[in-house]
């Protein structure tokens, strides 16, 4: 990594850091984090189970790491902040990885920076939720996928476990990181060198096993419906969602969507023409699109 590159990431890092700490001790709850907060005051695991996790139609993993974080730690607003926040500075630098390990290191500085800068990681990584933590469990998971993937002969005990791992946390974290984890996991069967193929399937059990406390959990929350849950509280998206998302992510600027398109182009033009790299644009499309038309289709019809 040269001098130059060093030094880029840095400052994206501490930009990064400063937009998340900005005002960090007047930063009040959500509406949403009153809600979880609320179903946390029980006296037994059983109960927070039964009465805090099952009706919030959302997994138990971060609901569990809040009933201890604030019975250790208390319930000020930057204390319960705080993990969520450093996952999301953390993201930063796992982007960073990801790019820089596919591609090269231009591709990882500028997601770098695009994910330090856009209001949707930052407003989110201040927010005690399991969203800017599903992030950094996705980013995380794809990194170790991508080792195992691009260098199995280096270190592939190690990378495997820690891609179950993460995988594990994706799924106890937010039903979209779960869809996503088992994108991740099903791709992996197009890419997987085949002398390593039985051992990635191993894995993928090895997942699924891990999960299985859980299913119940799922199966009942299943149940409940689209995106309105128990309460009715979010109405379901309007057909203009996808281009209003697309608005939100780029801070509603018309300047940052060029600039995005133009990389984009620029990207395509030169890695699959020169390199006949189709196969992963077709890969990151794929990921950035099901989960969306899964989502979007799933809050419409229930």
């Given at each position: 990594?040269?001098?130059?590159?060093?030094?880029?990431?840095?400052?994206?890092?501490?930009?990064?850091?400063?937009?998340?700490?900005?005002?960090?001790?007047?930063?009040?709850?959500?509406?949403?984090?009153?809600?979880?907060?609320?179903?946390?005051?029980?006296?037994?695991?059983?109960?927070?189970?039964?009465?805090?996790?099952?009706?919030?139609?959302?997994?138990?993993?971060?609901?569990?790491?809040?009933?201890?974080?604030?019975?250790f730690l208390?319930?000020?607003?930057?204390?319960?902040?705080?993990?969520?926040?450093?996952?999301?500075?953390?993201s930063i630098w796992l982007i960073y990885l990801i790019g820089k390990n596919w591609f090269n290191e231009t591709v990882g500085l500028i997601s770098a920076s695009f994910i330090t800068t856009i209001q949707f990681t930052v407003i989110y990584s201040q927010i005690a939720r399991p969203y800017i933590s599903g992030l950094f469990f996705s980013l995380l998971m794809v990194y170790y996928w991508i080792l195992i993937i691009k260098n199995p002969n280096k270190k592939f005990n190690k990378n495997i476990l820690l891609y179950i791992l993460s995988s594990s946390m994706c799924a106890y974290n937010h039903h979209f990181s779960l869809l996503f984890a088992m994108l991740i996991g099903l791709s992996g069967l197009f890419f997987v060198?085949?002398?390593?193929?039985?051992?990635?399937?191993?894995?993928?059990?090895?997942?699924?096993?891990?999960?299985?406390?859980?299913?119940?959990?799922?199966?009942?929350?299943?149940?409940?419906?689209?995106?309105?849950?128990?309460d009715g509280w979010l109405g379901k998206p309007a057909n203009n969602f996808f281009i209003e998302y697309i608005y939100y992510i780029f801070n509603f600027s018309i300047?940052?969507?060029?600039?995005?398109?133009?990389?984009?182009?620029?990207?395509?033009?030169?890695r699959v023409y020169k390199y006949k790299n189709l196969k992963s644009y077709i890969l990151f499309t794929a990921w950035f699109i099901l989960p969306f038309l899964i989502g979007f289709y799933y809050s419409k019809i229930l």
């Open positions: 990594m040269r001098l130059t590159n060093k030094l880029l990431l840095v400052l994206i890092i501490i930009i990064g850091t400063a937009l998340r700490f900005y005002n960090y001790g007047e930063i009040p709850f959500t509406h949403d984090e009153f809600s979880a907060l609320s179903r946390l005051n029980f006296d037994n695991f059983n109960d927070l189970i039964e009465k805090g996790v099952k009706i919030d139609t959302h997994p138990a993993g971060v609901h569990v790491f809040m009933y201890y974080w604030t019975t208390g319930f000020s607003e930057w204390v319960v902040k705080l993990p969520f926040t450093v996952m999301g500075i953390l060198r085949k002398e390593y193929l039985i051992k990635y399937i191993l894995a993928g059990i090895l997942i699924f096993i891990l999960y299985l406390p859980h299913l119940k959990i799922f199966l009942y929350q299943l149940n409940i419906g689209g995106i309105g849950g128990v300047l940052s969507i060029i600039t995005a398109i133009i990389l984009i182009i620029y990207g395509i033009k030169k």
